[in-house]
């Protein structure tokens, strides 16, 4: 029963670099998302997918992409790494409900 | 411009005693409201929630209550134990639960002495 997992934990990037966040669910929950904490805030929307091949934008979607090919997974990709972008990074999902919306464990990014 | 204020950053209270959690909205268009608990290095876990359409719900030492005039709700933890301590969000959708965008406030953080 993994739930929601997120890989990976830690990540160090330079400038400019890009990466991909990975995030996979098990549950074959239809509606996925990211979100983004930063410190003294709460946690912001950046992308929502409410299933595989429908992708929107939230409420900070500058900077990343993501794409929902498959209902289990919903990568997060920083195009160029920015220290702005410096934060955790929060993977969600759940069925048609609010009740059911469950969180990964965060990966941690630090921007240098 | 934050639609959910959480006003308090940390509250402190005795192990057996009540811990009232307090959160506002300024978005009237906000329906359905959820409060998450947050450990360090975990990711939050849903706590309880409450639709506009009800003022009160409980789920054992855990009451959510909703005052829609005031757009505010508060949780409540009777009695409080040490395990109970974390950070706190309150969330808020807009569009009958099958909205699946939340909006969250800063966090409480709640410590529970033994």
């Known amino acids: 029963n993994a739930g929601v997992t997120q890989t990976p934990k830690f990540q160090v990037l330079k400038t400019g670099q890009s990466m991909t966040l990975q995030c996979a669910q098990d549950m074959n929950h239809e509606y996925m998302s990211w979100y983004r904490q930063d410190p003294g805030m709460g946690l912001r929307l950046i992308h929502y997918?409410?299933?595989?091949?429908?992708?929107d934008q939230g409420e900070v979607p500058n900077g990343y992409n993501v794409s929902r090919s498959t209902t289990e997974d919903f990568p997060l990709r920083l195009l160029s790494a920015a220290p702005s972008q410096t934060s955790v990074y929060f993977c969600?999902?759940?069925?048609?409900?609010?009740?059911?919306?469950?969180f990964g464990s965060g990966t941690r990014l630090t921007v240098v | 411009d934050q639609q959910v204020k959480q006003n308090s950053p940390s509250l402190s209270v005795q192990e057996g005693r009540i811990s009232i959690l307090n959160c506002d909205y300024t978005n009237s268009m906000f329906d359905y409201f959820l409060w998450y608990k947050k450990y360090p290095a975990e990711g939050p876990t849903f706590l309880i929630s409450i639709s506009s359409i009800k003022d009160k719900n409980e789920d054992g030492r855990f009451t959510v209550f909703l005052n829609k005039s005031a757009k505010h709700l508060s949780l409540h933890i009777v009695p409080s134990q040490p395990g109970d301590s974390a950070v706190y969000f309150c969330?808020?959708?807009?569009?009958?639960?099958?909205?699946?965008?939340?909006?969250f406030g800063k966090g409480t953080l709640l410590t529970v002495n033994p």
């Open positions: 969330a808020a959708s807009a569009g009958g639960g099958s909205n699946y965008k939340l909006t």
């Open positions: 969600a999902s759940s069925p048609r409900t609010l009740y059911g919306y469950t």
């Open positions: 997918s409410v299933g595989a091949g429908i992708t």
